[in-house]
Nanobody, 117 residues
Framework: VQLQASGGGLGQAGGSLRLSCAAS????????MRWYRQAPGKQREFVAG???????DYADFVKGRFTISRDNARNTVWLQMNSLKPEDTAVYYC????????????WGQGTQVTVSS
């Protein structure tokens, strides 16, 4: 199983970045896709998730700014990040959890997002 995240980089406050995560080695429709992030000195935290049916969930601190989406045919999930804030600076991780038993979770390698003020 491989989760390949990309799209991180340097953004400006108020600007936008788009992350993508391509999954391989899984039956994509059986997995919920999620993004987490971890800022320096802080615990990893949930950002957004999307089920195979398209139901989304967001952390309060990104609601209205970030949008998660997925394409089941392309085994890819995206995180569109708008209205960026310096506090969005973190390593962003793609995560997937199998929704049928036995449940299993996989993590991608992370991609750095840095937002300048």
């Amino acid at each position: 199983v491989q989760l390949q995240a990309s799209g991180g980089g340097l953004g400006q406050a108020g600007g936008s970045l788009r992350l993508s995560c391509a999954a391989s080695g899984i039956t994509y429709s059986n997995y919920i896709m999620r993004w987490y992030r971890q800022a320096p000195g802080k615990q990893r935290e949930f950002v957004a998730g999307v089920t195979s049916g398209g139901t989304t969930d967001y952390a309060d601190f990104v609601k209205g700014r970030f949008t998660i989406s997925r394409d089941n045919a392309r085994n890819t999930v995206w995180l569109q990040m708008n209205s960026l804030k310096p506090e969005d600076t973190a390593v962003y991780y793609c995560n997937t959890r199998r929704t049928v038993t036995p449940t299993v979770t996989y993590w991608g390698q992370g991609t750095q997002v840095t937002v300048s003020s």
